[in-house]
Structures are given as C-alpha cells and as structure tokens.
C-alpha cells in the first residue's frame, strides 16, 4: 500500500512563518493529526476548531498554514466584551449623532458613512471591505493587519483565537456566517460573500476549553485535539523544542534535564489542580538558558553552566504549583 499524501500539507514538515504585525517569526512543526485536519478544513470548507492546553501553538497553527498556503492571515483575538456582531461590521452612532450636532445633514449623515468593516468581512470580501473602508467609511477605527508575505490571490486564513472567552451568544451568531460565507448588511442593503475566483478562506478556531461551547456551533467544525504525549513527555517535548532551539544552543542532556523538571512540576500541578506547564513554558526556559549564557562557552563549559543556571531559574518558568 502507497503512502497517503496529501496535496497541501506534509506531516512533520517544519514550516518557517515570518513576522507579522505584533506577532513574531518562528518555526512550525506540523504533526501528521495536524496536517491531515488542515487538508480536510480546505477541502470540505468547514472551520477547523482547534482545542488543547495553552501554550500548545493553537494560535501558530494558523499562521504555519497561512506560511505553507502563501496566503493572507488575518486574526482576531476574542475576549469576554466581543460580540459577534462585531467580527462582521461596527456602526458608530455617536459619531453620527456628534456630526449631526455638528450641523452636517443630507447624505452626510447616511448610515454607510459610520460601518466599518469587521474581520469576517474582511476575510469574505476583501474589495469590497477595503471599498467601504477607504472610500465610504468616514469613521475609521477597524482595519486588520496583513502580512507581506501573503496573496490575497491565494486566498485568506482567518484565525478567530480563544472562542471560549466570549458568551455562548458569539459562536451560535457566526453558525450561519461561517456556513454559508457570508452575511447581510442590512444599512447598506447589500449580502457581502466569498469574492469570486479565489479560494475560500480557511477558518481556524481555538479554544482552551475554559467554558463549554454550543453543540450546534461544534457540530458545523472540523475538531482537532492537540495534546500532550504524556506517555513520553520528555521526548515530545525535545523534537518540538529543537525546532527553536539548536543543539550547539542547549545541548539534548540540557533539554533533558530540562524536560524531566517540566515532567515533575506536571505532575505535581495536577495533584494540586493547578495550571500546568506546558510546551511554551518548556521553550521559554530553553530560550533564557541560551539567552543568559556567555556565546564563548561552548562544549561541555557551555553545559556545566546552563545546568546550573537550570536549577535557579527553573522555577520561574515550570512551578506553577507550590
């Protein structure tokens, strides 16, 4: 039997992903479960909800596809005051009633001039979001940042990050947006969809899981679990580790020792029901003892030093319990 291959993707490819807007560069490595839920998002065109602890590169999923498809990233952070209503278009009546004060009237004060385009609109209609935005909209206050790197020819990759922190009102309202691509405006009496010839955009959605999202909302995604090996943590968090991290940076005894801390302090975070740390946390602590170690050290002084440095700054990265 051949190998399944897939026609975007490649299980275990490490993807470079360049800066963009306050988001830093970095490597991506794309595990098989990944690579496979990502070519079945595109290929089906359903959103792909991404679920697991923080710190597991959720968010760089959607940048590392965006890198590998070429395309535009757009992203939107969710907190507990986002509404849905917000992720497709904000009318401003204060600044209306503020230039109606002013004295404007007429078409100076039609609805258009104060909706500005939201990040659905964007990633749905980029025309006609930038037409509104540049030559309609009066009142700017919404536009989302892009990175060079992408082609809006290709498409987009939207990225709506921490879902669960809204109320359950936000993913029940992008049900029928997200299902059909699209959405009406009713102050400007028109239906903003997919722009004709270019791909449909690849939606991805993260969750921690702090609160429990709508079943209806579920059943219209793809779901990924991202999770960690527990059953061999150490190795787990090595391979993706040295994806940032160079042996000549901190050698693998270094990222051992490292690991097996991270190992314990799970452990006893979870006896505690307590946050634990995870990959992110495992990164962070490798990038200091790299960071925090004279560059003419090398070899083994370079070795004996960070594993001291390890036992005093550990704590500071890995003890979430006490």
């Given amino acids: 039997m051949s190998d399944l291959k897939l026609q ?7 993807i470079d992903i360049k800066p963009c807007g306050s988001w830093r560069g970095s490597r ?18 359903r959103p792909l909800l991404v679920k697991g602890e923080p710190g597991l590169g959720k968010s760089y999923l959607a940048r590392a596809a965006a890198a590998k498809l070429q395309r535009q990233f757009l992203a939107e952070v969710i907190n507990s005051q ?10 401003d009546p204060v600044a209306r009633l503020n230039d109606a004060q002013e004295g404007k009237e007429g078409d100076a004060l039609n609805p ?17 979001a930038a037409t509104q935005y540049n030559d309609v909209c009066r009142h700017k206050i919404y536009r989302p940042q892009t990175c060079q790197e992408g082609s809006l020819e290709h498409g987009m990759v939207l990225l709506i990050d921490e879902i669960d922190k809204a109320e359950p009102s936000l993913p029940n309202s992008l049900l029928e947006v997200l299902g059909n691509g ?7 009496g028109e239906t903003m969809g997919q722009q004709a010839n270019t791909p449909a955009p690849l939606v991805i959605i993260t969750t921690n899981d702090e609160r429990e999202l709508p079943a209806a909302f579920v059943r219209r995604c793809l779901v990924l679990h991202l999770k960690v090996d527990e059953s061999n943590l150490e190795q787990w968090l090595i391979e993706r580790a040295s994806v940032h991290i160079t042996n ?23 006896k505690q029901g307590l946050a634990k740390a995870g990959l992110a946390e495992y ?14 050290l090398k070899g083994k002084q370079r070795e004996a030093y960070q594993a001291q440095l390890l036992a005093e700054i550990q704590d500071f990265v890995l003890k979430k319990a006490v």
């Fill in 82 to 91: 986002t509404e849905g209503q917000d992720l497709l278009w904000r009318y």
């Fill in 283 to 296: 990164i962070d602590l490798l990038v200091a003892l790299d960071e925090m170690t004279d560059k003419a």
């Fill in 182 to 188: 699209g959405f009406d405006v009713p102050l400007l």
């Fill in 248 to 270: 000549n940076q901190c050698s693998l005894p270094i990222k051992q020792l490292a690991a097996e801390q991270l190992k314990r302090d799970r452990e006893q975070a979870d």
């Fill in 28 to 45: 991506y490595l794309l595990d098989k479960k990944s690579a496979f839920a990502l070519e079945m998002a595109l290929k089906t065109q």
């Fill in 112 to 128: 258009k001039h104060y909706i500005n385009p939201g990040v659905l609109w964007w990633t749905f209609g980029w025309n006609s």
């Fill in 8 to 14: 975007h993707f490649i299980p275990n490819e490490i």
